[in-house]
């Protein structure tokens, strides 16, 4: 299991990678390893859902 401050802090990086419009190879690759992290925590089906539940709205959307 992946420990959730693992994932706090690629989060935060991430984000202030962002923001601050540095998109650069390093901000992908660590964007990577985030996705990486997420995949294996216990958050994983929860993402799963929501982006499931997005791509069900958008889709009636544009039907």
Do not use: E, H, N
């Not at 990577?32 to 929501?50: C, E, H, N, Q, R």
């Amino acid at each position: 299991m992946v420990s959730i401050s693992i994932i706090v802090l690629l989060l935060f990086a991430v984000v202030v990678l962002v923001r601050s419009y540095r998109l650069s190879l390093s901000s992908a690759l660590l964007c990577i390893v985030l996705g990486f992290y997420l995949a294996s925590s216990k958050l994983a089906p929860t993402i799963s859902d929501i982006i499931g539940q997005i791509l069900g709205i958008v889709s009636t959307i544009g039907a």
